[in-house]
């Protein structure tokens, strides 16, 4: 049974970064595609970013993309989220998520993700 806990959250100012990290028990970790998907106060779960589960592809929500970079290493059983030049509408508990590789849902959608971590609070203040 895999389990993931995510770690690296805190307070930062606009403009600053953080880097996050996904780190997973059990070894069928890399069959997995991960995701980082947020919820800030009041709102939805909303997709932020994943990676597939060879680490070769990498997908953006438009609200991150050039700013946010998902990465994995399979050896250390990891996904990284690098948040850069961070915005006060980046602030929410981020959860890292998974799904095994032979479900056939959106990588997207944040319904496709059946793993979950127990969330990091990343606060950005203005």
């Known amino acids: 049974q895999v389990q993931l806990a995510e770690s690296g959250g805190g307070l930062v100012q606009a403009g600053g970064s953080l880097r996050l990290s996904c780190a997973a028990s059990?070894?069928?970790?890399?069959?997995?595609?991960v995701g980082w998907i947020r919820q800030a106060p009041g709102k939805g779960r909303e997709f932020v970013a994943a990676?597939?589960?060879?680490?070769?592809?990498?997908f953006y929500a438009d609200s991150v993309k050039g700013r946010f970079s998902v990465s994995r290493d399979n050896a250390k059983n990891t996904v990284y989220l690098q948040m850069n030049s961070l915005k006060t509408e980046d602030t929410a508990v981020y959860y890292c998520?998974?799904?095994?590789?032979?479900?056939?849902?959106?990588?997207?959608?944040?319904?496709?993700?059946?793993?979950w971590g127990q969330g990091t609070q990343v606060t950005v203040s203005s």
């Open positions: 059990g070894r069928a970790f890399s069959s997995y595609n």
């Open positions: 998520a998974g799904f095994l590789r032979t479900n056939s849902g959106s990588i997207y959608s944040t319904g496709s993700y059946d793993l």
């Open positions: 990676v597939n589960w060879r680490g070769g592809s990498t």
